[in-house]
């Protein structure tokens, strides 16, 4: 209110002022009830409020939206007078040339106004001692977005102080009133120069080999580095403003680099209708569901409204987890929440006679390959054997698909943990072509973020002053974020056939050596090293998705590969799982690693059922 009544006085004001002007301030000449009148009109407009609500928050303060609405209420002020001279057209109310004069004069006003109140606080902020200087990455659309959030947040804790951009035409731009500096290569420079405290980069899909340039330049300098989240995240559209006209983003920030930004991965896209055909208004049990992987699926499939959800793990600390992630109450009392060991067949068939699922997703297994190349029992017991009971189970009870979570290393195995998940891919097929069900395998690499990831030990390692451990400075993996690979795993799910492994375009393998290099340089600790510890028992130097005789066909998603699978022998298959059990089998570990790698390269002599 105070500023609309500000605004109209200058106005009326100005409406006095050009009229004296236009009689060269003989006042005798002046029709003062008439000038009174158009005064008044003036101070009305603006009063109201605008017709155009430029007091009601509607428009970013120093937008050009903000400058039409100013023009258009002045314009209908210059209107309104004129309309009032006809009015009284017997008599001159004032000279037609005073209101457009005025209201040109109003507009340079606001405009002014605008910009003195902007520098003052863009001066205040940079004075402050509660502000860090912030140098911003990128003038493109996110850099402006950026700088925006930052000087339209009364309570921003950064003031921007400069711009970088490798663009030539961009050098000297001002938005804002900041300036680009420079390229983003004398980033180090500008840093001194300003006594940044913060860069905050503000550029869309920046690969990670610009990211760890960026930080590498920094790593001698106390500086924090934050990304800009990219446009396309929903969380961090530009709001609408607040009443004063300030953006509303307080909620919203930058964000710390996090493990994704390491790989560069772009983001996926699936086909959401045949998802929901598949998920929802159907019974869905996911094992594993305290997982990595599992929990993940759970988020995911919630969000197409299933009838029902069943959740079942031995880790009652994952169930926990997964149930806060879910609703938020981590109670533990719902009876779609079922703890339990998937290696005791009794506790699997009475769980799915039970919740009657329409669709399984198996994600529950053992996956430290170092560990199960040791241990080959428990990868058998818990990969194999859990796997053949829950099939048997989902045949017995009429379960209409099922969706095992496989990897990569299934591919041309060479480890226990391969061979293990193989079989299973193998077993599905067979199951599969005796019953013509959707039982199908999903195929993918390394997650992100998963419990004792690569990524997660480089971390750790560089957190702690240790050295970063790579097997060799050659070795490649594939990365997928938990996220995406449960996309495409219900993807999958909807497009695949009986009996395929459905294997997930991962994108360009990464080289684990140049990976430890960014999550080093990230971390400014210059002095951390890297040793190489060679390739452990069962380790490739590369992984491949395929095995040579996998051919790459993409029918029916173009990031998916559904690839037809050899059945295997199950009755040989559940022999093995006996051996495993066996009490003695410590003994002769090596037998059953031998007794595994004979079945999967034995041709297949029985496609039954009978497990």
């Not at 004001?13 to 009229?19: D, G, R």
Request: proline share 5%.
């Amino acid at each position: 209110m105070a500023l609309s009544l500000i605004d109209g006085l200058v106005f009326a004001f100005l409406v006095v002022a050009m009229t004296f002007v236009r009689y060269d301030f003989h006042a005798q000449l002046i029709n003062v009830p008439g000038m009174f009148v158009c005064s008044a009109i003036a101070m009305i407009v603006f009063l109201s409020g605008g017709p155009l609500a430029i007091y009601r928050g509607r428009y970013r303060r120093g937008s050009t939206d903000q400058f039409a609405a100013i023009v258009g209420t002045v314009a209908l002020g210059v209107g309104i007078m004129w309309v009032a001279e006809f009015a009284f057209a017997s008599r001159l109310l004032i000279p037609t040339s005073v209101p457009i004069a005025a209201g040109a004069l109003m507009i340079v006003v606001k405009s002014l106004e605008t910009w003195v109140r902007r520098n003052l606080r863009q001066r205040s902020l940079t004075t402050s001692g509660s502000s860090r200087p912030t140098l911003v990455v990128g003038a493109g659309v996110q850099g402006m977005l950026a700088l925006d959030m930052i000087a339209h947040d009364e309570r921003s804790e950064y003031v921007a102080v400069g711009i970088l951009d490798d663009d030539p035409a961009k050098r000297h731009l001002r938005y804002n009133g900041i300036r680009v500096l420079g390229p983003i290569s004398d980033i180090a420079a500008h840093v001194d120069r300003t006594g940044a405290g913060v860069v905050i980069i503000a550029i869309a899909d920046l690969p990670p080999e610009g990211l760890s340039r960026i930080a590498s330049n920094l790593e001698s300098r106390p500086v924090e580095i934050k990304i800009m989240p990219k446009l396309s995240d929903s969380d961090y559209a530009r709001p609408e403003p607040d009443s004063l006209g300030v953006a509303d983003l307080r909620h919203r920030g930058f964000r710390d680099i996090s493990l994704e930004d390491l790989i560069g991965r772009q983001p996926i896209s699936t086909n959401l209708d045949d998802i929901a055909s598949a998920i929802t208004g159907k019974v869905v049990l996911v094992t594993g569901a305290g997982g990595s992987i599992g929990s993940q699926l759970c988020r995911q499939v919630s969000r197409f409204d299933p009838a029902r959800l069943v959740m079942t793990d031995r880790d009652e600390s994952g169930l926990h987890a997964t149930e806060l992630g879910l609703d938020g109450s981590a109670l533990l009392t719902s009876d779609d929440l079922v703890l339990g060991d998937l290696r005791d067949p009794a506790f699997i068939d009475a769980l799915v006679a039970e919740t009657r699922p329409d669709i399984i997703f198996h994600a529950a297994a053992l996956k430290h390959l170092t560990f199960l190349e040791r241990f080959p029992e428990q990868a058998v017991r818990t990969n194999v054997g859990a796997s053949l009971d829950l099939l048997q189970a989902a045949v017995t009870h009429d379960v209409d698909s099922f969706v095992h979570i496989s990897t990569d290393k299934a591919a041309g195995a060479t480890s226990v943990l391969g061979r293990t998940k193989f079989s299973i891919e193998r077993a599905i097929a067979s199951v599969a072509a005796e019953t013509g069900r959707r039982y199908m395998s999903v195929r993918f690499g390394n997650v992100l973020g998963s419990r004792g990831s690569v990524l997660e030990t480089f971390v750790a390692q560089v957190a702690a002053g240790d050295p970063v451990t790579v097997t060799d400075p050659e070795v490649t993996r594939y990365f997928m974020t938990a996220d995406e690979a449960c996309q495409l795993v219900l993807q999958a799910a909807a497009i695949g056939g009986p009996g395929e492994t459905l294997v997930l375009d991962m994108g360009e393998p990464i080289r684990i050596d140049d990976l430890a290099k960014r999550v080093i340089a990230l971390s400014g600790r210059n002095d951390a090293k890297i040793v190489y510890t060679g390739l452990r028992p069962g380790e490739k130097l590369t992984e491949a998705l395929l095995s040579p005789s996998e051919v790459d066909s993409r029918p029916n998603h173009p990031l998916i590969t559904q690839v037809p699978i050899t059945p295997i022998d199950l009755e040989k298959l559940s022999g093995l799982v006996a051996e495993s059990r066996d009490p003695q089998v410590f003994t002769h570990r090596d037998d059953l690693e031998a007794h595994l790698t004979s079945l999967l390269d034995a041709k297949p002599q029985d496609t039954g059922v009978g497990l």
